[in-house]
């Protein structure tokens, strides 16, 4: 839960990163720089990066790692960092990590050479939770969702319940409570969203910026003398010159008018976007050290967001955290690595530094063996005291299990990540490693599945070795739009797709995978109506809707009740007798049903279809032909005879779309004689002009082309297209003597006969 401040401490809080450089430090103006250049992918790197990177993508397959080279001096980026005031760290640091001990402000000092160093080094970055530092900054809103900022913000009165109080939807103005319509969380996610800016890098820059405190932080409280109601979450603009940084900062939000939390997160959103990540500092390593040159850079090294060498670092570590604790850790993370020209072969680890590290390991007072134990957790080396952690039983099996994830190298410090998630740092004689069996692997009973929507079934993990000790997992899916999956391994289908659950060991961090594949089942089957005419001797379709839409399996099957009198042909009925009769539509997916009723008329020969002998009429596949190419509607409308105070005739094109007066006849248009009281297809033929594969009434190139990939097997043409292809009118499938007689048409040469 969210700790009170004191004023001092609150204070003190935004020198951890906002100093900004740009407003009391000379800039470096740009003479000769070469723009940087991004490669995408391990091999591009230097062989010193390969074996972090290797490791990193053994664990997430998705992430990409871009080395983005500078083109800048080792020796010549540390000169410039080590300008005065530049680059600062906690004057709490160990002595190695301070250039002279001379504080700038609220316990602030310049860095020594190896910190600068060391913090510049990305190589030492390059861990699980290190190395978001160097996510992009721009918005991705499938990634930075609206749990992950929930996540970042928990422990804080902006993300939870604080002294029984719901403040995640409140502000203060002049001391007392507002209510927002929407909470911070959403705020964040919405002011990202607006100006392209992560929304995950905007609520850890505000935790970094005032620890969320929201009530007694000067900048946020809405209460400070004179500034009464104005906000500024992120120190924009806090210079310590002059009045001080707080008034700086509340001046600079009562000139932009930020009035409200909504206004003050999206000002600084859009702030972050146009002066940082527009001018290629587009992630949180660049915005502390400005190196990266790009197209619009107007200067490198002065123009950063922050001064702390340190904030990356620890930003990074909250990040990670989201979304390790939100399951998004295997999403398809995309990382702007810095290389320069010149680096030294290995990172250099001096007396001081921090060591990266993934060790299991316990607390333990061996100087009073017997006794209850008690721990502090502090949180930088010798600072506040965030946690403590009580030990009443001897042995390992009884300890709380932490993990280190930085060794301090003769600090006298090592950092640690509890249970809950918390980190700090604790004396390092008290840290023990951990023995036990490790895991070596993990299993699923499913390596692939099949569900239909809103199925479930359980996935098993077995943990390698049997006696391995820690056998935790955690579940995650790549998609959960398509399935989710709980922390107990029961996966539950949500919507169509595919995605992968992935199971992830606790300890070692070993993986197991399983295929989810989920279809809608078909609920429904059903017609626009379910009675018909159909005059005898004619086909009539009918085309049932398969729901949900979303359905894989919309096949179906059509039987009929009496043969005799409508027969099924394919998909195609066929009135063979006058009578009365249904015919049933099943689909293959459930075995649903719908059944349309049949009646088969005989039309006289004045209500019949009758054409104008220059066309030729196949009564027994309902089809004419010798209409030939580029005939419209309007004129072969003039070669049909039919009882005009009975039946409307509807043309339609192979689309299944009306088409009239100037419009071209085409292979696959239907003639359709409709009944005008209950508007029943009674009688139907379809056209058929030789050549005009495509059904567009014309003969030509695009023809060509269909049938040639007919004859190649590349593309398969409908019962329709391949009568209109057989030239040769020898009842097959075309053959290279219908491709020539087609490009002999196209040539001029010789016409094909309709």
């Known amino acids: 839960m969210f700790r009170n401040k004191k004023i001092k401490a609150i204070l003190s809080i935004i020198f951890i990163v906002f100093i900004t450089a740009n407003l009391f430090i000379n800039y470096n103006k740009v003479e000769s720089y070469s723009v940087s250049t991004k490669k995408s992918g391990i091999e591009n790197f230097p062989d010193s990066y390969k074996s972090y990177l290797n490791d990193l993508k053994a664990k997430h397959p998705e992430w990409n790692f871009v080395a983005v080279y500078t083109h800048l001096d080792w020796n010549y980026v540390i000169e410039n960092e080590m300008v005065r005031d530049r680059s600062l760290v906690p004057a709490t640091q160990p002595s190695s990590w301070k250039l002279d001990g001379k504080n700038i402000e609220k316990g602030w000092v310049n860095a020594s050479r190896s910190a600068v160093s060391y913090c510049l080094d990305p190589r030492n970055f390059l861990s699980e939770s290190g190395i978001f530092q160097f996510e992009i900054n721009t918005n991705n809103s499938s990634q930075h969702t609206l749990d992950v900022v929930a996540r970042i913000l928990k422990g804080t009165p902006m993300g939870e319940v604080y002294e029984g109080v719901d403040y995640t939807r409140k502000y203060k103005k002049s001391g007392k409570l507002v209510d927002m319509d929407k909470s911070y969380a959403q705020i964040i996610v ?89 001018y290629g500092q587009d992630t949180i390593y660049f915005e502390k050290f400005d190196v990266n040159f790009t197209e619009k850079s107007l200067y490198l090294f002065g123009g950063q967001y922050m001064t702390n060498i340190l904030a990356p670092s620890s930003e990074s570590s909250k990040i990670y955290d989201a979304y390790n604790s939100t399951n998004k850790l295997n999403s398809a993370f995309t990382f702007y690595i810095p290389v320069y020209d010149n680096m030294p072969g290995t990172t250099d680890i001096v007396d001081g530094e921090y ?80 023995v036990y069996q490790k895991v070596t692997g993990v299993t699923l009973n499913e390596t692939s599945k099949t569900l239909k929507l809103g199925e479930s079934f359980n996935l098993t ?105 409508v027969k099924v042909e394919d998909k195609k009925l066929k009135a063979v007798a006058v009578g009365n009769t249904s015919v049933t539509f ?43 190419p580029d005939v419209s509607v309007e004129e072969l409308s003039k070669k049909i005879n039919y009882n005009k105070s009975k039946f409307d005739l509807v043309i339609n094109n192979m689309q299944n779309k009306t088409i009239k007066n100037k419009d071209l006849v085409g292979t696959g248009t239907t003639i359709n004689l409709v009944d005008k009281n209950n508007k029943d297809v009674v009688q139907t033929f379809t056209v058929v002009i030789y050549g005009d594969i495509s059904g567009d009434g014309n003969i030509n190139t695009i023809d060509l082309q269909l049938m040639q990939k007919s004859i190649l097997k590349i593309k398969t043409l409908s019962n329709i297209q391949n009568t209109s292809a057989d030239l040769n009118k020898d009842g097959g499938v075309p053959t290279t003597i219908d491709l020539q007689k087609l490009q002999k048409h196209i040539l001029n040469i010789s016409k094909i006969e309709q």
């Open 190 to 278: 919405d002011a990202g969203r607006k100006y392209n800016v992560s929304p995950v890098h905007l609520a850890s820059r505000i935790i970094q910026e005032n620890e969320g405190d929201i009530l007694n932080y000067s900048c946020t409280s809405g209460s400070y003398p004179n500034y009464e109601g104005y906000y500024n979450f992120m120190n924009i603009g806090a210079s310590p010159s002059g009045a001080g940084a707080i008034i700086n900062a509340l001046e600079y939000a009562k000139n932009k008018g930020w009035t409200t939390p909504e206004l003050a997160i999206e000002g600084a959103a859009q702030k972050i976007y146009n002066s940082y990540i527009d």
């Open 355 to 434: 060591i990266p590290d993934n060790t299991l390991v316990y607390l333990d007072d061996t100087s009073d063996r017997g006794v209850t134990d008690k721990f502090n957790v502090r949180s930088v080396p010798d600072g506040s005291i965030i946690t403590e952690i009580v030990e009443t039983k001897e042995g390992q099996e009884n300890r709380t299990i932490l993990t280190r994830i930085l060794r301090g190298n003769n600090t006298g410090w090592d950092k640690v990540r509890l249970p809950n998630g918390i980190e700090g740092y604790v004396s390092s004689k008290y840290v023990k490693e951990y």
């Open 461 to 565: 993990a077995t943990v390698l070795p049997d006696n391995a000790q820690i056998k935790d997992v955690t579940w995650s899916s790549s998609n959960n739009e398509v399935a989710q999956v709980d922390a107990s391994g029961k996966v539950t289908a949500k919507g169509p797709g595919s995605t992968t659950i992935t199971v992830t060991t606790k300890d070692q961090n070993k993986t197991a995978k399983c295929d989810i594949t989920v279809i809608a089942p078909v609920t429904e089957i059903k017609l626009s109506k379910n009675s018909y005419t159909v005059a005898k001797d004619a086909y009539l379709i009918i085309t049932p809707e398969i729901l949900p839409k979303e359905a894989q399996n919309k096949n179906y099957t059509i039987t009929s009740k009496n043969p005799n009198i």
């Open 586 to 628: 099943t689909t293959e997916d459930g075995g649903k049903t719908v059944v349309a009723n049949i009646s088969v008329i005989d039309l006289s020969s004045s209500d019949a279809l009758n054409f104008d002998n220059s066309i030729n009429v196949d009564k027994n596949e309902n089809l004419l032909t010798k209409i030939g």
